[in-house]
């Protein structure tokens, strides 16, 4: 593989004031049972995927902080502080209103505002996001807190209506797991982590958070705001190798609730680590090798845009990208001769660069990784079709288009969770069908084409293999309030604003005969405002 230049990386000097690191963050601190408390054992350095050149040329990773390196014995403090904070279901946190819930939650909201650019600062350093992107990872999650405030809201407000059915009196809410585990990945650690951790929280539930292996001093400017928002033990921050952690946490049998958003070879191992499996509730979002289905009637400008930004936007580090481009013969050459010329006009930088598009990446050994794939592609037949393809320099893998690909390859399977873009030429589209049908994987799939006809065919069967079938645009999350699922390995539950609430609640109630001994009892209850559950009360 070539080797670009030093100059590739930037001096010190050469980095923009407004987004040099603000400071080295060595986080000793740690939250656990509503306290601020300080480690004193190991830590573990974090580099930044961005390296600076020094002044004899030399390029090193730069160096960006540290934070606590937990022991198996240290994990169980934070296990018991969220059991404690639950207390069975008797705690302040799970016995307490829907209101009072979200005035805490209120609270967090205006907490964390105020650490939005170290937040930012934090994800571009820690994970080579571009600012633009890391600016709406941070806006993104803020929308998506209050938009679960309100979808919270109207689930409450349906749920103050009792109902009388067959003689019987019945009050139905959704009530908390449990005591849950939070997990988040580190492609979106801020957003993906809050997607299940604000509605577990909201809930009811009490939550031991471990954040991802890269992205996890961003959480350090939140620490004071998770504690001064929550009640002590509701919220607790947990750090080092999931190896060693996670492990006696799980296997303590007290979990009732893992949300995990990572990849599905883990997932399976958490998963047999706790002793009593019916009393754990999954919810995960794990490995997708989302194919575009490209036709000869695609709109081919239309069709390179969503292709580009599909498979490449933050390096191809999305679970949804397109991980393989299946093209139909006839116009395979013209789309990859666009679609090549395409991905050499990228911007290839670091998080600051104006306009950047691919920048370097956070994973130890990820460039080895994909430069292995390349390799192995190559072997079975491939060839890079883009000039600046293949590239490495330390932490940086220019993107690489390669083509043709076929079953022997690695990358016809592997998610490659990177910039390395593999197309597939077929004749007949029962190809990419089976392709998909063959699959360990089934969250999305994106068809470009233009004929009602085909498209019809292929949507109906595609919409029973995966969970979202995009026509002419890359597949996507968002908007957050549409149900994000897969099948097979790709997921466990489906998230959304209202989703979400729902998976970390369980329906539950309280139900009485309907006769006067009863009235008399259900008035005086409901009268004297006595339950938080059993009640009336409507949020205004
Ligand atoms: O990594 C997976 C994310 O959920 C993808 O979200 O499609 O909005 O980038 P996105």
Partial sequence: MATIDNSFFPTENEIPNEYKLKNEIH??????????????????????????????????????????????????EFLNASDKAYDNGRGYWPTSSVEKRIGHMEKFLKNMIPARENVINSLMWEIG?????????????????????????????????????????????????????????????LNETFTTLIPALIMGNTVVVKPAKYGVLLHEPLLKAYQESFPPGVINMIYGEGRQIIGPIMESGKVDALAFIGSSKVANMLEKQHPKPNRLRCVEGLDAKNPA???????LETTVQECITGSLSYNGQRCTALKLLFVQREIADDFISKFSEAVDNLKCGMPWTSNVAITPLPEAGKTKYLDDLVKDAQINGAKIVNPKGGKINYTFFSPTVLYPVNDKMRIFREEQFGPVV?????????????????????????????????????????VNQVCRVNLNCQCQRGPDTFPFAGRKDSAKGTLSVSDALRVFSIRTLVAAKYNEQNKELLEKILDGDNSEFLSTHFIL
């Fill in 129 to 189: 996001k571009s600012y633009p992107d890391s600016a709406r990872e941070f806006d993104r999650t803020v929308d998506y807190i209050k938009d679960t405030i309100s979808a919270l809201k109207d689930l409450d407000r349906i749920s103050s209506r009792p109902v009388i059915e067959q003689g019987i009196f019945g009050q139905i809410r959704r009530a908390p797991l449990g005591v849950t585990l939070c997990m988040g990945p580190y492609n979106y650690p």
């Fill in 293 to 299: 289905i490209i036709l000869n009637d695609a709109n």
């Fill in 27 to 76: 986080q000793k601190s740690y939250l656990v049972g509503g306290e601020i408390k300080n480690h004193d054992g190991p830590m573990q350095e974090v580099l930044s995927p961005v390296c600076i050149r020094d002044n004899k040329g030399e390029v090193k990773q730069k160096v960006i902080g540290s934070y606590p390196l937990m022991s198996k014995e240290q994990s169980l």
């Fill in 422 to 462: 593999p197309i597939i030429a077929f004749d007949d589209v029962s190809e990419p069908l089976k392709y998909v049908e063959a699959s360990n994987y089934g969250q999305q799939v994106s068809i470009f084409g233009e004929d009602p006809k085909v498209i019809s065919k292929l949507i109906d069967p595609l």
